[in-house]
């Protein structure tokens, strides 16, 4: 049975930071998509950020226009854990933030348009920006 886990969320003022986690167990294999997505109540979930786990060059991760810069993701040493590292957030980056994965399968930038790749969910992890 997969199950993603998610801690690290909370309340920031803007230009604060935050690191979110994704725990994963269950998978057979290191070598999966997995990132973040988010969502607004009444919006769709968009993709924040993506990284292949089984590989720790470049070009193995991939971010939304409106986060570049300010968010980093990475992986843990063992391929099984992937964080974000939020900074200078904005009041436009609250939402809930949703951990996800695709087991063996390469990431790719089209994947941050839509959700209907991922396989496996995280239960969320509220962040909320404001003054």
């Known amino acids: 049975q997969v199950t993603l886990a998610e801690s690290g969320g909370g309340s920031v003022q803007p230009g604060g930071s935050l690191k979110l986690s994704c725990e994963a167990s269950?998978?057979?294999?290191?070598?999966?998509?997995m990132g973040w997505f988010r969502q607004t109540p009444g919006q769709e979930r968009e993709g924040v950020a993506l990284?292949?786990?089984?590989?720790?060059?470049?070009?193995?991760?991939y971010y939304a226009d409106s986060v570049k810069g300010r968010f980093a993701i990475s992986r843990g040493d063992a391929g099984n854990a992937v964080y974000l590292q939020m900074n200078s957030l904005k009041p436009e980056d609250t939402g809930m933030y949703y951990c996800?994965?695709?087991?063996?399968?390469?990431?790719?930038?089209?994947?941050?348009?839509?959700?209907?790749?991922?396989?496996?969910w995280g239960q969320g992890t509220q962040v909320t920006v404001s003054s």
């Open positions: 996800a994965a695709r087991p063996v399968y390469l990431c790719a930038p089209a994947y941050l348009a839509t959700a209907h790749w991922v396989t496996d």
């Open positions: 269950g998978y057979k294999y290191n070598t999966n998509c």
């Open positions: 990284i292949y786990t089984g590989y720790t060059g470049e070009g193995s991760t």
